[in-house]
């Protein structure tokens, strides 16, 4: 393992910039507005050949006990505690502020040693803050621009005494082998990958609190307040021998509801999120059902080809069970028929009863997201299917299908050869995928079929134009008739 690095700090300093500065993407929000990071947030940070882990906190603010902001305080110091060395940034800018003095003295108190920066040093503004800073007691202060990349070069030397060599050597060999093992690629290499799982949902429908209880910890933020969540927060876990990375996200509200800059950005941070898990749990709270947003946001996963799981949160609060089960499983049945044998549990992320049978789902499913059919199997279960029910005429000819192959898992996706008549009708693709999902056991995850034809031999091909082959794709059913051009 390589060392640990906290950035502390009052609000609205630049750690969140100077966090992606060092992980080299722009993985925290960062705004105008002060308060934006409430949850610790961790990545694989480096200054040239230093690697460590880089732990972004929440601004520290001096408030009760039964606060918002009290809460974020103990996230905070959770990350300190978890570090082997922090980074105590000012706004250079601003000067030595109160509060810089109060939490540079509770920093004192620490055993956590502590490197003092003062941010915002680009030009000549932040000189007099520089100055200020030894007021602080922390020994000579860094002076840093992390807007501009400035002073980089003094943190990387601030930071090389913590490095732990034997560590660091033994990561370099970690990631040769992984590299190794990229490059000699096989199906089950998957397996041995940990699983992205995305956690996502509306507000305050206790997708933190399942976080937590998965987790065994209070590693995320929670409280009655809708909205606390505003990063997706990737966490590293390992279940049963199985390693996943959990994504704690931002609750999504309809986007005519969005009105703040910064709310924007929460959800345009759960969507990229969406969009690199494997799995999505879509999280619903058991008092309100199923809404047209959570329909929203499930055909939004199973459009980005990922394998969903329903979790139907704050079961112990529901009054009438049997109602509520069967209005969700019947709306899920006729709002969105194109994936089928989603999983639905239900469970109190407050009280932990029936998140066991989560993860298990979760695995299951994600198995099935990875399954691949032999193409001997698949061409018999065809010629079955084309004998009990001939494809349809198109264009006054019926249609002929040749033969078919799974061109990829993750999700399964299949290449249908057929004559060169015309495009297969979305009804009996539906058929097709409605069939493979009962001879493969292919539940729960979209199915995608694409659609191409054979040449024609009577056809000159240097008397045709030039251009891509004609292929049709027809994986995603469309709300028209594709018979007519």
């Known amino acids: 393992m390589t060392f640990t690095v906290a950035i502390i700090g009052r609000p609205n300093v630049g750690k969140s910039t100077l966090f992606n500065r060092l992980i080299g993407k722009r993985l ?10 409430r949850d610790r947030r961790e990545g694989d940070a480096s200054i040239a050949d230093l690697k460590f882990t880089l732990i972004d906190t929440a601004g520290l603010d001096d408030s009760a006990d039964d606060s918002l902001e009290a809460r974020m305080h103990g996230q905070t110091e959770r990350g300190l505690i978890d570090a082997d060395v922090a980074l105590f940034l000012i706004d250079a800018r601003a000067g ?122 209070e590693r995320m933020l ?31 509200r309809r986007k005519a509801r969005i009105t703040k800059k910064l709310e924007g950005l929460s959800v345009g941070d759960t969507l990229h999120s969406i969009r690199f898990a ?64 989603i999983p639905v549990i239900t469970c109190s992320a407050l009280t932990g009863r029936g998140l066991d049978k989560l993860l298990p789902a979760v695995i299951r499913v994600h198995e099935i997201w990875n399954k691949r059919v032999d193409t001997s199997l698949l061409n018999r279960w065809l010629e079955g299917v084309v004998d009990s029910h001939p494809p349809p005429v198109v264009k006054g ?45 292919l539940p729960a995850v979209p199915i995608r079929i694409h659609q191409r034809t054979g040449k024609n031999p009577y056809v000159d ?16 059913i469309k709300n028209k008739d594709t018979d007519k051009k």
Not at 224 to 246: M, V
Not at 428 to 438: D, H, K
């Open 28 to 37: 925290a929000l960062v705004d105008d507005s002060p308060g934006v990071t």
């Open 96 to 217: 030595v502020t109160p509060l810089d003095k109060h939490f540079a003295s509770w920093l004192r108190k620490h055993s956590r040693p502590t490197i003092l920066v003062a941010n915002k040093c680009e030009g000549g503004a932040g000189q007099g803050g520089l100055m200020d800073a030894y007021s602080l007691g922390l020994g000579d202060p860094l002076p840093l621009s992390a807007e501009h990349g400035e002073g980089l070069s003094e943190l990387y030397d601030a930071l090389l005494p913590f490095r732990d060599e034997a560590a660091y050597t033994a990561t370099l060999a970690l990631e040769e082998a992984g590299d190794a093992i990229d490059e000699d690629f096989d199906d089950d290499a998957w397996r041995e990958r940990p699983l992205q799982l995305a956690i996502v949902g509306r507000p305050n429908v206790g997708k933190s609190t399942m976080v937590n209880a998965l987790l065994g910890e």
């Open 222 to 252: 929670t409280g009655p307040e809708a909205g606390i969540t505003r990063d997706s927060i990737s966490i590293s876990w390992d279940f049963n021998g199985r390693a996943i990375r959990l994504v704690d996200t931002a609750g999504l």
């Open 278 to 341: 494997e799995v999505v749990v879509l999280v619903l709270d058991c008092e309100q059902g199923l809404e047209k947003q959570d329909l929203s946001i499930a055909r939004l996963v199973v459009e980005e080809g990922r394998a969903l799981v329903l979790v139907i949160n704050k079961w112990d609060a529901a009054k009438d069970r049997k109602a509520v089960l069967k209005s969700i499983e019947d709306r899920m049945q006729t709002s969105l028929p194109q994936v089928r044998g």
């Open 397 to 441: 000819r019926r249609l002929k299908l040749r033969y078919m192959t799974q061109a990829k898992a993750r999700p399964p996706t299949f290449i249908l050869f057929a004559s060169s008549r015309g495009a297969i009708p979305n009804s009996y693709v539906r058929y097709l995928i409605g069939g493979l999902r009962e001879a493969f056991d």
């Open 461 to 476: 091909e240097k008397s045709k134009p030039k251009g891509k082959t004609k292929t049709k794709s027809v994986s995603r």
